[in-house]
């Protein structure tokens, strides 16, 4: 497995917007509130494993693990004061993974791995205008596809061709078989009133690099300004001479016992690297219908220089780099009972190379008492590569029962 998806597998993990949605609010007066949120979820999983190399050989593995779900769990602090006819708003979130193993676990791995992650960390002006956003938040590209998926507060697929099987962080839920990840971004922006239904934000936010810079080790050791300077020069960072940009719209309506949304989002970006150009772009899709306990989601994205995941710093690609996917699910609720079928796949098609990765998913949630979910999933993965540099195939499967708490 290369560094780049072992990187991944630790930096990653899907959130969602609940964004206080169940917060308990500990202060209000005279327009000003205060209020805490958060989330805590655990999963017993157990995975198979069939990795087929170049020459035609299967190894099977299989490994049990006690961790994070796609979730990592998470406490999330807002407040509000109404000035005028104006709101102030802020929200700070932060995430941690009760995930320890890891397969290059050592010395210096001893000790767990909360890895404590700052996700959401901003302040919102809103009034007749809509809403400014300053701060730190997720990206929108692709956001209302993964806030969508019906498998957001359970496990997912667990590639071990991603890293996950051992991985310390969290399952990917669908990142990389139906959707790339929204990752969380410094960024300015502007989101309008809604207007017949129709609701659009635009933002302007911290570039990702195409290349992050070498360390400049000569530059420490040199003995003279003009060496440092020519050893600082030398470092391979890439450069972006404008933001990242990103927008979304979206459309809600309801209906007798249902309600339709529709989402299109987009981004783009370039980043220059050793004299070239490489210009990220991509657009994401889908629709959710809900009706009488049911519920139909289609959501799809297609993109260039973004590879499987996108939008971590470094982990953008060369624009040839092509990427496509969808994702497909249906559920049924039944008073405390949801159950779920999904189906997602990626493309990814570099120089020739293609690689596929699907996930298909079965899974039950049951509302225990309010605020307690218990979830059970089988999950099968498989990935097929056309080269031949670290595998040809492979097919996971995972069973997963966990329990998740929030309030």
């Given at each position: 497995m290369t560094t780049k998806f072992k990187i991944a597998a630790i930096a990653l993990a899907c959130t969602t917007a609940f964004n206080a949605s169940a917060a308990v609010e500990l202060y209000n007066n005279d327009g000003m509130t205060f209020s805490a949120d958060g989330l805590v979820n655990i999963f017993y999983s157990s995975s198979d494993t069939?990795?087929?190399?170049?020459?035609?050989?299967?190894?099977?593995?299989?490994?049990?693990?006690?961790?994070?779900?796609?979730?990592?769990s998470y406490i999330g602090l807002n407040s509000s004061n109404q000035v005028g006819d104006y709101k102030v708003a802020t929200r700070t979130s932060f995430w941690v993974s009760l995930s320890d193993t890891d397969n290059t676990r050592g010395a210096e791995d001893l000790g767990t791995n909360t890895l404590i992650d700052v996700r959401q960390f901003y302040a919102t002006i809103s009034g007749d205008f809509g809403e400014v956003l300053i701060g730190k938040d997720f990206g929108l590209f692709n956001r209302s596809n993964i806030f969508g998926d019906e498998?957001?507060?359970?496990?997912?697929?667990?590639?071990?061709?991603?890293?996950?099987?051992?991985?310390?962080?969290?399952?990917?839920?669908?990142?990389?078989?139906?959707?790339?990840?929204?990752?969380?971004?410094?960024?300015?922006?502007?989101?309008?009133?809604?207007?017949?239904?129709?609701?659009?934000?635009?933002?302007?936010?911290?570039?990702?690099?195409?290349?992050?810079?070498t360390p400049a080790v000569d530059a420490v050791a040199a003995t003279n300004t003009t060496d440092a300077i020519a050893a600082i020069a030398a470092t391979t960072a890439s450069e972006e001479s404008a933001p990242r940009f990103e927008a979304e719209l979206t459309y809600n309506t309801a209906f007798d016992n249902g309600s339709f949304t529709a989402w299109v989002n987009g981004m783009s970006q370039s980043s220059e690297h050793n004299g070239v150009d490489n210009d990220q772009s991509g657009t994401g899709y889908g629709v959710?219908?809900?009706?009488?306990?049911?519920?139909?989601?289609?959501?799809?994205?297609?993109?260039?220089?973004?590879?499987h995941v996108a939008g971590l710093d470094t982990f953008i690609t060369n624009d040839s780099v092509e990427t496509d996917g969808y994702l497909?699910?249906?559920?049924?609720?039944?008073?405390?009972?949801r159950f779920v079928v999904s189906y997602g796949e990626s493309t990814v098609d570099a120089a020739g190379t293609e690689t596929v990765s699907s996930n298909s998913n079965i899974s039950y949630f049951r509302t225990v008492i309010p605020g307690v979910t218990v979830v059970l999933e089988v999950n099968k993965t498989e990935v097929d590569n056309n080269s031949a540099t670290d595998f040809t195939a492979e097919e996971n499967?995972?069973?997963s029962i966990g329990t998740v708490v929030t309030f």
């Open positions: 069939d990795i087929t190399d170049a020459s035609g050989d299967t190894t099977n593995r299989k490994q049990s693990r006690v961790r994070t779900g796609f979730l990592p498998l957001l507060i359970g496990h997912g697929q667990t590639s071990n061709t991603w890293g996950l099987v051992d991985g310390k962080n969290v399952s990917f839920g669908n990142i990389s078989t139906g959707y790339t990840y929204a990752f969380p971004k410094a960024q300015i922006t502007y989101r309008s009133p809604v207007v017949n239904g129709f609701k659009l934000a635009v933002g302007v936010m911290d570039p990702t690099k195409f290349s992050a810079a959710n219908v809900k009706s009488s306990g049911f519920s139909l989601t289609a959501s799809g994205f297609s993109a260039e220089g973004v590879g497909t699910q249906a559920s049924y609720t039944m008073g405390a009972n499967n995972v069973f």
